[in-house]
């Protein structure tokens, strides 16, 4: 085929596009029939070419004759999967979100099975997204406006286009705020295409003047608010923010004051809540409320770079002071006082025992030991035929300096019980936590002990 022809009508289809005539340009030769049967050519065309080195989620589904082609040395990684029994939980996230991989579905028939399964995981949402049809005999326009598709930034679409002599596709991609969305970029032809950036077009340069429904709540100082409690109008620096991307995108927008029931956004029992609900499930299109990007929000949504920094805290009452009579023990630890106790039993003992051993006369028992407390007691005794227990006397004064400078300053200060000073101490204690009912869902998991921190209104 002669480049001459296939730039005429590449002008030809673009003529078509601008004056909104696509679909009757396209029908006459989608309605021939046509065996296509180089998929591994197309494959390999666009492997080496507009999507070298990037890496690739290609799908194919169990209608299409297909090979994989020839890659380059310097191809990255392939990923294949089956229309027929395609699971998310399988893969991922980064393989199923962004753009780390360029996702590609293969198909001969409209993928419904598929699509149905995509859409109800939030997890499927790849950057881009190029779609080949390899059925000539069937157009595949209406796919373009399929929920799951809509989700890609970038989008195309390969269709069947044999008219006399030309064998090739046709590039289409969707403007989702245009009056006609559909959109006739080219016929294919590798020299057209030469990187990623020629394929995947912007979809989004302008809003066309669109309507967008915010899932917000006006109670998220100084991000969105009431202005008065009296008044409906809803200020703040996240609405003044949009109102300029507003202008910049053309598009506008509406408020809503208060999720329809009460609740911030968390997921519950497998289902969202709150202005996150109101994405899901009640056709809103952006929240601009200050969120907490946690593991299942990152998962189920697209976040904007975080912009604010916000901090928790945990407080706790503060205990009573331990009585005061209880500040007689405080100035020695519990072993401290063991190794105290134990000493002087020991050397009551010895000082009644050794005596009766080296003298072999009476002893008198109770003095002996009673000269061992009053070491402890500080009270005079004569040490005379025992001076061994000079020693402990020493030791004595010095336990008993240590206890009475401990004792003043216990009975000066009140003594409060040990407090928290970790989130682990916390985790670990038996406190019942709770949050404010506008506030962020808190997990902690600390060893083998995980406790939700619950709402309380």
Partial sequence: MSGWKIELLRIVLLVGVTAGRIQSLASPFLKESFQLSSSDVLLEELITGPLRGRDIFLFVDEYTRFSMPTLPSDANTILMATHKGFNVGHYPNYCLRGSSYIAILLFS??????FHHLSLSAAWNPTFL??????????SMTILDHEVVQRSKHLVLLQPFNKGTINTFLVLTSFPFRARPHAAMSLWHKTYFRSDADLFLDRHPNMEGATLRLGSWCDDYPFIYLRHPSDDQCVGANLDTLTLIAAKLNFSYEVQKETQDQNWGALENGRWTGMLGDLVYNNKHLVINLFLVNYERWRDFDTTYPYHAEGFGFLAPLPPPVPQWKSITYPFTGIMWLAVIACTLIVSLLSALLPAVMEKDSVDYVRHILMVYGGI?????????????????????????AYTTNLVAFLTVPVYPTRMETVAELAQSHLRYSTMSTAHNITLAVSDRTVCVPEIH
């Fill in 130 to 139: 190029l779609l080949i049809n390899m059925n000539a005999t069937q157009s």
């Fill in 377 to 401: 007691l500080r009270q005079a005794v004569q040490l005379r035929g025992v001076e061994w227990l000079a020693a402990w006397w020493l030791s004595c004064i010095i336990i008993t300096t």
């Fill in 109 to 114: 028939r409209t993928p419904s099975e598929l």
